[in-house]
């Protein structure tokens, strides 16, 4: 557990000798605390002091990273237990599972790189690839991999390989990255620590079981190996949540370092709606890894969706970039909508906008990503800055007419916009987004 800004000052010579260049040890202290200093800008601490400290600011989940140089991947790391107590930092990382010995590889990488959506600003996707070798062979598992990397070098990789002199090898003809070698087991861990130090690569530990699971790791751990994933093969959805929270809790709440790492569960079910489940539950207590045997759009919406709600800032709401967006290919004599950029207003209105089938702009206003009314009660949807955001975006030169339409909750505005922009006309739209095909339909008519 890290140390406080007071119990570090309690371990300083308190001589306000100024040298680490802050003037006193207890402002020195609290910026060490903060992670804004380190301990060895004083000259005069102790090396046991040093010691101590690091060992206090180790987290409590280790942090563990793979991929390639172009696309690295950090799991772990996590400090607390529920998100509104701070936040989640290091999203789960969503995994496709090929088979070496598949047909269709080609098919399934392509389903991979075309699993991209944008959605709130953040480009959403499968960012990793469970590269299985089923045939338990070097040679059908190395061609696998060959495909792999033509079609899509950047992509980070976990090897599903449990043959020690397979998985040596298959590093070794890999020189694009760290994989994860999935997995030491009870019969070949000691072998698989070699490997893992030799090319200094996270080790995937599987055992059934949360005690057999600390034996391992505690094995690996006195053989030097510490960047480790663990695995304790739940088979329900049950066994999951029992063994993710227990995990979570002995590492955050009890220090117990043989289980402060990274949990992967491997989700892949043949019924579709109950590995969603799974990866739905893993999402949601504290799976650093979730792979999947199969990726519809469907699956992947829900997915995204939910790991993006979930490791988004819960102090913080969710928001989209300010701009003027063009729907259904707007043009000078289209109607003009304002709003803020809430990300779910965002969304609500766009959508109700492209549902009319009447080619629109949408000008989103940055206001802290607050919803209409409370932007407004915060004085940041107001007509002063309304006027000046359609000023400086230059949205005059962009339209043929003076027309805007402002949300119906802050019909108050229209007098006091029109004031601050003379020659504009400013019509009141609806109060819900629903209501917009009907308000659309009706103010086309009016114009024409």
Known sequence: MALTGIEIFKLLPKTNCKKCGFPTCLAFAMKVAQGQAKIEQCPDVSEEVKAKLKEASTPPIKAVYFGTEHERIKIGEESVLFRHEKKFFNPTVLALEIKDNEEKIESLIDEVLDSSLERVGQILKIES??????????????????????????????????????????????????????????????????????????????????????????????????????????????????????????????????????????????????????????????????????????????????????????????????????????DANSPLFITTNFALTYFLVKGEIENSKVPSWLAIMDCDGLSVLTAWAAGKFSANKIAQFIKEKGIENMLNHREIIIPGYVAMLKGAIEDKLPGWKVIIGTKEANGIPAFLKNYVKKRA
């Open 129 to 330: 690839i469970f590269l299985k070798n089923e045939s338990e062979n070097l040679e059908i598992f190395l061609r696998a991999l060959q495909k792999l990397l033509t079609k899509c070098p950047k992509i980070p990789l976990i090897f599903g390989i449990k043959d020690p002199e397979i998985a040596d090898a298959a590093i070794e003809n890999y020189k694009l990255g760290k994989p994860i070698i999935y997995a030491a087991i009870e019969e070949n861990y000691s072998e698989m620590a070699k490997i893992a130090k030799k090319y200094d690569v996270p080790l995937a530990v599987s055992a059934k079981g949360i005690e057999r699971i600390i034996k391992l790791t505690e094995a690996l751990r006195a053989e030097g190996v510490e960047n480790l994933v663990i695995d304790t093969q739940p088979s329900s959805a049950g066994e999951l949540l029992v063994d993710n929270t227990i995990i979570r809790r002995a590492a955050l709440k009890k220090g117990v370092k043989a289980l402060g790492y990274p949990i992967i569960t491997f989700a892949n079910k043949e019924d579709e709606f109950y590995e969603t489940l799974l990866a739905t539950l893993g999402i949601l207590k504290y799976s650093s890894i979730v792979v999947l045997s199969s990726i519809p759009k469907w699956k992947n919406i829900l997915l995204f969706t939910l790991k993006q709600n979930i490791y988004s800032d819960p102090q913080v709401p969710m928001q989209v970039k300010e701009d003027i967006y063009k729907i259904g290919g707007a």
